[in-house]
């Protein structure tokens, strides 16, 4: 997979000088009757703007031996539209560790409304109107909502937050839901601190420059400290600091599309990690190894310690799990099978333990991660090999194989190993098949927890979801044509149609059938295979009583609901990739007997065509009659999920013949 992340050491970032605009013209309360006014041509369909979104976080030092994050926000909102009101919904991240969080040390937000050619002023009430919701362990956020927001408002907030977590400096968005006329950000970064930063998305700056300065830093020293600070109880240096400064100009909007695996893999960004201590800290590198992130895991209470003791409590379970099984991968799957069908899963991207693996097997619900682990407990009590694997869902974005950023991973799974070969196993999902991953596993680099912490690919591009599909028409003794209809879909598929009959029952598909074809189509002696085997896809059968037609002229569908009725891709353009979730291969065959009283009067011509030269995808329709007989074979196939943003106008041509050839129809003429 193509990750658009792209490494950059922040020494390495040089001065861009230009002579246009280089800074903001917008102030906190500086508000004029013509802001209300303004018209945003560059984007003249935008339901609300943000006028302007700048931060900056400094380096300060504080009473306890070290120093803190200054991060200071100031954001102007335009909203044009009432479909526009969740951008007067403000969420605050803050994170906590050990009791402690960061602070949020200032707080001001205000709604302006323009009421009988006056600016009328509400301003937020900090202490009442802002609410605090915890997220997981290691993170709350601090939300609002601006008063009296309607159509046409002007909202503005600033807020100042100090944390001591020097490898928390805050990342920064320059792009989002709204277009956003400019966007800064400034991070005075002094000497002694050294960070990588990752930037993404396919905006340009308008500004990148740094600037070298000395500044004078004040600090109490506690004697516990780890600074070179001799006997002072405070200590004052001077040092050098380098002022980076990113602007975008005239963001567009990012909206999801069809086919994105998450739209914030993709927002104009840049983020940073702590890699290095330097004078007058005492020298030392702090950014982890795999290695040494996975050994702090394994030793972690909620989440690897529990895997090392012995789980007596197991032994029992277990035991009835296996069934008896004595060959390894028998076992391993009866367990798998046992965990998977007893256990529910209330709640997923978990990553951690909320409660015990006890208490998890006793309650018989957990996360996916208490899932997921208590099989692995249990593989092992089993004498099986059986480690996590940490992943990001498609959801949740994209990770970083290079470094081990661990808030970028949401997701436990399970690695198996027996005679050396490896299998991937997620009992947290019902009717899933050993060896299975939801689709929504696959979106790249994931890493073993173990003391080698090896990597995975887990690639979209290792899935092809094929299927076929057939119909055998015949005129019937009544007058009427007699369809069959057999359906295999692929592996994800049957997994939808197997959720959707253990929910609604197997009448309900039939009935769903029933309403997207014609009133007076008869459905019987309908069958779904295969419902209970989970390791293989599911087959479809019924038949079909097509009433005669009296036309003179009969327009007859040849696809049967099996046609792509519309384009995925309905954007003119798109700035970023297409990311499929499976490659594509899709199978339709007719053998059609003319009606009885008709000839064929016009036939689809047969076509075939390559997506690009380097055969990435195809499309065959072949169309044949003969003796009284049609016989039609549509055949798409995808062989790569991931189309770069270039070759997005290639993808919907592609489409637009796909679903124009498959919407057409047999004429067929009555005999005079």
């Given at each position: 997979?193509?990750?658009?992340?792209?490494?950059?050491?922040?020494?390495?970032?040089?001065?861009?000088?230009?002579?246009?605009?280089?800074?903001?013209?917008?102030?906190?309360?500086?508000?004029?009757?013509?802001?209300?006014?303004?018209?945003?041509?560059?984007?003249?369909?935008?339901?609300?703007?943000?006028?302007?979104?700048?931060?900056?976080?400094?380096?300060?030092?504080?009473?306890?031996?070290?120093?803190?994050?200054?991060?200071?926000?100031?954001?102007?909102?335009?909203?044009?539209?009432?479909?526009?009101?969740?951008?007067?919904?403000?969420?605050?991240?803050?994170?906590?560790?050990?009791?402690?969080?960061?602070?949020?040390?200032?707080?001001?937000?205000?709604?302006?409304?323009?009421?009988?050619?006056?600016?009328?002023?509400?301003?937020?009430?900090?202490?009442?109107?802002?609410?605090?919701?915890?997220?997981?362990?290691?993170?709350?956020?601090?939300?609002?909502?601006?008063?009296?927001?309607?159509?046409?408002?002007?909202?503005?907030?600033?807020?100042?937050?100090?944390?001591?977590?020097?490898?928390?400096?805050?990342?920064?968005?320059?792009?989002?839901?709204?277009?956003?006329?400019?966007?800064?950000?400034?991070?005075?970064?002094?000497?002694?601190?050294?960070?990588?930063?990752?930037?993404?998305?396919?905006?340009?700056?308008?500004?990148?420059?740094?600037?070298?300065?000395?500044?004078?830093?004040?600090?109490?020293?506690?004697?516990?400290?780890?600074?070179?600070?001799?006997?002072?109880?405070?200590?004052?240096?001077?040092?050098?600091?380098?002022?980076?400064?990113?602007?975008?100009?005239?963001?567009?909007?990012?909206?999801?599309?069809?086919?994105?695996?998450?739209?914030?893999?993709?927002?104009?960004?840049?983020?940073?990690?702590?890699?290095?201590?330097?004078?007058?800290?005492?020298?030392?590198?702090?950014?982890?190894?795999?290695?040494?992130?996975?050994?702090?895991?394994?030793?972690?209470?909620?989440?690897?310690?529990?895997?090392?003791?012995?789980?007596?409590?197991?032994?029992?379970?277990?035991?009835?799990?296996?069934?008896?099984?004595?060959?390894?991968?028998?076992?391993?799957?009866?367990?798998?099978?046992?965990?998977?069908?007893?256990?529910?899963?209330?709640?997923?991207?978990?990553?951690?333990?909320?409660?015990?693996?006890?208490?998890?097997?006793?309650?018989?619900?957990?996360?996916?991660?208490?899932?997921?682990?208590?099989?692995?407990?249990?593989?092992?009590?089993?004498?099986?090999?059986?480690?996590?694997?940490?992943?990001?869902?498609?959801?949740?974005?994209?990770?970083?194989?290079?470094?081990?950023?661990?808030?970028?991973?949401?997701?436990?799974?399970?690695?198996?190993v027996i005679d050396g070969q490896k299998y991937y196993?997620?009992?947290?999902?019902?009717?899933?098949?050993?060896?299975?991953?939801?689709?929504?596993?696959?979106?790249?680099?994931?890493?073993?927890?173990?003391?080698?912490?090896?990597?995975?690919?887990?690639?979209?591009?290792?899935?092809?979801?094929?299927?076929?599909?057939?119909?055998?028409?015949?005129?019937?003794?009544?007058?009427?044509?007699?369809?069959?209809?057999?359906?295999?879909?692929?592996?994800?598929?049957?997994?939808?149609?197997?959720?959707?009959?253990?929910?609604?029952?197997?009448?309900?598909?039939?009935?769903?059938?029933?309403?997207?074809?014609?009133?007076?189509?008869?459905?019987?002696?309908?069958?779904?295979?295969?419902?209970?085997?989970?390791?293989?896809?599911?087959?479809?059968?019924?038949?079909?009583?097509?009433?005669?037609?009296?036309?003179?002229?009969?327009?007859?569908?040849?696809?049967?609901?099996?046609?792509?009725?519309?384009?995925?891709?309905?954007?003119?353009?798109?700035?970023?990739?297409?990311?499929?979730l499976f490659k594509i291969d899709q199978t339709y065959?007719?053998?059609?007997?003319?009606?009885?009283?008709?000839?064929?009067?016009?036939?689809?011509?047969?076509?075939?065509?390559?997506?690009?030269?380097?055969?990435?995808?195809?499309?065959?329709?072949?169309?044949?009659?003969?003796?009284?007989?049609?016989?039609?074979?549509?055949?798409?196939?995808?062989?790569?999920?991931?189309?770069?943003?270039?070759?997005?106008?290639?993808?919907?041509?592609?489409?637009?013949?796909?679903?124009?050839?498959?919407?057409?129809?047999?004429?067929?003429?009555?005999?005079?």
């Open positions: 997979m193509k990750i658009p992340l792209f490494l950059a050491m922040l020494c390495c970032i040089a001065a861009t000088h230009l002579p246009a605009q280089n800074k903001a013209s917008i102030k906190f309360g500086k508000i004029d009757i013509e802001d209300f006014k303004t018209s945003y041509p560059f984007d003249p369909a935008a339901e609300a703007v943000v006028v302007g979104n700048i931060g900056s976080s400094d380096f300060v030092g504080n009473s306890k031996g070290g120093f803190s994050i200054e991060f200071k926000r100031y954001s102007r909102i335009h909203i044009l539209n009432k479909n526009a009101y969740d951008a007067a919904q403000i969420r605050i991240p803050i994170y906590t560790t050990g009791g402690r969080e960061e602070e949020i040390v200032s707080l001001k937000a205000v709604t302006y409304n323009l009421e009988n050619g006056k600016i009328v002023e509400t301003k937020l009430d900090p202490k009442a109107d802002v609410f605090k919701e915890k997220i997981n362990r290691n993170w709350v956020i601090n939300k609002f909502s601006f008063p009296a927001v309607r159509e046409g408002s002007i909202v503005e907030f600033e807020y100042k937050l100090k944390s001591e977590y020097l490898f928390r400096l805050r990342p920064w968005e320059f792009q989002g839901e709204y277009p956003t006329l400019w966007s800064e950000y400034i991070v005075g970064m002094p000497q002694f601190l050294y960070y990588v930063s990752l930037t993404q998305g396919s905006q340009e700056f308008y500004i990148k420059e740094a600037k070298d300065k000395i500044a004078q830093f004040s600090l109490e020293i506690p004697k516990t400290e780890i600074m070179l600070s001799g006997t002072k109880d405070r200590m004052s240096f001077s040092a050098g600091i380098t002022f980076f400064r990113w602007v975008m100009k005239d963001v567009p909007a990012l909206k999801e599309e069809s086919y994105t695996s998450t739209i914030s893999n993709h927002v104009a960004r840049i983020e940073f990690q702590l890699a290095e201590y330097r004078e007058p800290y005492v020298p030392k590198k702090v950014m982890s190894t795999w290695v040494e992130t996975a050994s702090t895991l394994l030793a972690d209470e909620d989440f690897g310690l529990p895997l090392q003791r012995e789980n007596a409590f197991l032994n029992e379970v277990t035991l009835v799990a296996s069934k008896n099984a004595s060959a390894p991968i028998d076992k391993a799957r009866n367990i798998y099978a046992w965990i998977r069908d007893n256990m529910t899963c209330i709640d997923r991207n978990s990553f951690y333990m909320k409660k015990t693996l006890q208490s998890t097997l006793k309650l018989k619900t957990g996360t996916e991660a208490e899932i997921n682990l208590l099989l692995i407990a249990m593989l092992r009590n089993a004498g099986l090999q059986a480690d996590p694997v940490i992943l990001s869902t498609r959801s949740n974005g994209y990770t970083y194989s290079l470094y081990p950023l661990i808030d970028r991973f949401n997701y436990v799974v399970v690695q198996l196993l997620d009992a947290s999902r019902p009717l899933l098949g050993f060896n299975r991953l939801g689709y929504d596993c696959y979106n790249g680099h994931a890493r073993v927890i173990d003391t080698a912490a090896d990597g995975v690919e887990f690639t979209a591009d290792s899935l092809t979801e094929k299927s076929i599909s057939s119909v055998l028409i015949s005129n019937s003794e009544k007058g009427t044509l007699a369809a069959l209809v057999r359906y295999t879909p692929g592996f994800y598929d049957s997994y939808g149609i197997r959720s959707e009959i253990k929910k609604e029952g197997s009448k309900t598909y039939f009935n769903e059938l029933k309403k997207n074809g014609s009133s007076e189509i008869l459905i019987s002696e309908e069958n779904i295979d295969s419902i209970d085997n989970y390791e293989v896809p599911v087959s479809v059968s019924y038949r079909l009583e097509i009433p005669a037609n009296d036309e003179d002229i009969w327009y007859f569908d040849p696809m049967f609901n099996r046609s792509w009725t519309e384009n995925p891709f309905k954007s003119a353009t798109r700035s970023y990739p297409v990311e499929m065959l007719l053998r059609m007997d003319v009606p009885a009283g008709y000839t064929v009067d016009e036939l689809p011509k047969s076509l075939i065509v390559k997506l690009n030269e380097d055969n990435d995808g195809e499309f065959e329709y072949r169309t044949a009659e003969s003796g009284g007989i049609i016989s039609i074979r549509s055949r798409l196939r995808i062989n790569r999920t991931y189309f770069s943003p270039e070759e997005y106008q290639m993808l919907r041509d592609f489409f637009n013949l796909v679903v124009k050839k498959q919407s057409e129809q047999i004429v067929l003429k009555k005999k005079k």
